[in-house]
């Protein structure tokens, strides 16, 4: 009778050094997922940035890099809230022809291009198991050419 405890006590211990690495590799996989799905988010939202960018729209009460942001913001699902979120949040005007980088009034004429990008978002890998001092940094970039501006111009940036 004691060597049938002992065989069932072993095989509680050999189940537990199975079930441990499964389980890892099972978080491992999740939080891979959910970098892949914070990347693909994060390309949504520049995209939608660059959408409502070339169409020369603002917010209400709001410049146009602004309402930008709002929309970059508001299509990333919760991940970009707040001013931390807005400070990774960046976009540019480049003319056509020699992609020279413009700024200040006017760089959003119609036919230049506009950049909405994501850069710097840092996101601990398995943060919960392995306290990882080496976070994933994602970046996420679109760009298209602006359209013409209404016959009064350009919005104020």
């Not at 002992?6 to 939080?31: Q, Y």
């Not at 707040?82 to 036919?111: C, D, E, K, M, W």
């Not at 398995?126 to 994602?138: A, G, N, Q, V, Y």
Request: net charge positive.
């Amino acid at each position: 009778m004691r060597a049938t405890v002992k065989k069932r006590g072993s095989a509680m211990v050999e189940s537990v050094f199975v079930i441990i690495p499964l389980l890892a590799l099972l978080l491992g996989l999740l939080d891979f997922g959910f970098a892949v799905f914070l990347k693909n988010t994060f390309q949504h939202a520049v995209r939608e940035g660059v959408r409502y960018a070339i169409t020369s729209q603002t917010k209400t009460g709001m410049g146009q890099i602004a309402s930008i942001q709002y929309i970059v913001q508001e299509n990333a699902l919760g991940f970009l809230n707040g001013s931390s979120g807005a400070a990774v949040i960046f976009i540019r005007f480049y003319v056509p022809g020699t992609l020279a980088q413009v700024t200040g009034p006017g760089s959003n004429i119609g036919g230049n291009i506009v950049e909405v990008s994501i850069e710097g978002y840092t996101w601990s890998w398995m943060s919960f198991l392995l306290k990882s001092r080496t976070p994933l940094t994602l970046t996420a970039r679109s760009s298209d050419r602006m359209e013409g501006s209404p016959s009064t111009g350009p919005p104020a940036l």
